[in-house]
C-alpha cells in the first residue's frame, strides 16, 4: 500500500511539475521586448493604424503582420494610441516620451538571423540592433559587436 502511495505522489509531484514548466514557457513566449519612452521612426509598413489596447496589442499586430520587424506604439491622447508597424529592426531608434516601441516576439515565423542580445531576427548579423542607443557596431574579424559611441572600434571597422 505504502508503494503505491509514492508512485501516485510521484506521478502528481511530476504533473504539477510539468503544468508550472507549460506555464512559465507560455509567459515567456508570450511577453514581448518592450522599449518604453522610445520612438523607431520611418520605415514603416503602411500607415500607422489606430488600436484598441496598449503596446501589447502592438506587439501583438506586428508578431502575426508578414514582414514586420519593429514596431512603434504612439500613446493616446485623446482616445485610442496608434500602432506603426516597421519594416526594418528599431529604424532611427531615439528617445521620445511619445511612443513605446519594441520587435516582434521570438518565434514569430520571421526568417533571418536572430539577435541573441535583442531577441529579434534581422536579416543578417549586421542588421542586429545594439542594446544601447549609446552604441555602435563594429566588425570584428567576421562578426560585428557594439561597443560603447565613445569608444573606438578594433582594426577601425565601424559601421
Known amino acids: 500500500l505504502r508503494v503505491g502511495y509514492e ?67 504612439i500613446k493616446p491622447r485623446l482616445g485610442h494610441g496608434q500602432c506603426c508597424l516597421k519594416s526594418s529592426v528599431k529604424p532611427n531608434r531615439r528617445k521620445d516620451k511619445c511612443c513605446h516601441s519594441g520587435v516582434p516576439r521570438a518565434g514569430s515565423g520571421e526568417k533571418g538571423f536572430y539577435c541573441e542580445d535583442t531577441k529579434t531576427v534581422a536579416p543578417t548579423p549586421l542588421e542586429c540592433p545594439c542594446k544601447s542607443i549609446e552604441s555602435k557596431k563594429c566588425k570584428l574579424d567576421d562578426w560585428y559587436v557594439c561597443i560603447p559611441e565613445a569608444s573606438q572600434c578594433p582594426n577601425s571597422n565601424s559601421k
Open 7 to 73: 508512485v501516485s505522489m510521484m506521478a502528481t509531484n511530476a504533473v504539477i511539475f510539468v503544468a508550472l514548466l507549460l506555464l512559465l514557457s507560455n509567459e515567456v513566449l508570450s511577453s514581448c521586448e518592450i522599449e518604453k519612452n522610445t520612438d523607431y521612426f520611418g520605415d514603416d509598413l503602411g500607415p500607422c493604424a489606430v488600436i484598441d489596447g496598449n503596446e501589447d496589442a502592438c506587439c501583438d499586430k506586428c508578431t502575426e503582420t508578414e514582414g514586420c520587424k519593429s514596431w512603434t506604439y
